[in-house]
């Protein structure tokens, strides 16, 4: 498998802006779905947006819809997260996931089980 790397977290007040970074190695193309989740204390990893790297198409959950914004660099080798109004939700340590795969066809994007690679996390805290 690749390896992902997450930067960019980090302390700021509600209604701030973080911007997370995932860097990609190691995978033989750019053929990847990919994805952020975030897990508190507690609970359970959650989908908070995903990413498939061959057209660029997003996926977002409910909670962060208009908020965040998912994107990748030019070479698709950097996954990021532009976190817009961050609120007292927010917060928790935030992880990028990433599997390959040729096609987007079947893929559940909620699902952890979907990803077979994930970074070590970057902790995003807010304060109110």
């Known amino acids: 498998q690749g390896h992902l790397v997450e930067s960019g977290g980090g302390s700021v007040q509600s209604g701030g802006s973080l911007r997370l970074s995932c860097a990609a190695s190691?995978?033989?193309?750019?053929?990847?779905?990919m994805a952020w989740f975030r897990q508190t204390p507690g609970k359970e990893r959650e989908a908070v947006a995903g990413?498939?790297?061959?057209?660029?198409?997003?996926h977002y959950a409910d909670f962060v819809r208009g908020r965040f914004i998912i994107s990748q660099d030019s070479a698709k080798t950097t996954l990021y997260l532009q976190m817009n109004n961050l609120s007292p939700d927010d917060p928790g340590m935030y992880y990028c996931a990433a599997a390959p795969r040729p096609s987007v066809m079947g893929w559940h994007w909620l699902e952890k089980t979907e990803y077979t690679d994930w970074g070590q996390g970057t902790q995003v805290t807010v304060s109110s």
């Open positions: 990413l498939y790297t061959v057209y660029g198409n997003t």
């Open positions: 190691g995978y033989g193309d750019s053929s990847r779905i």
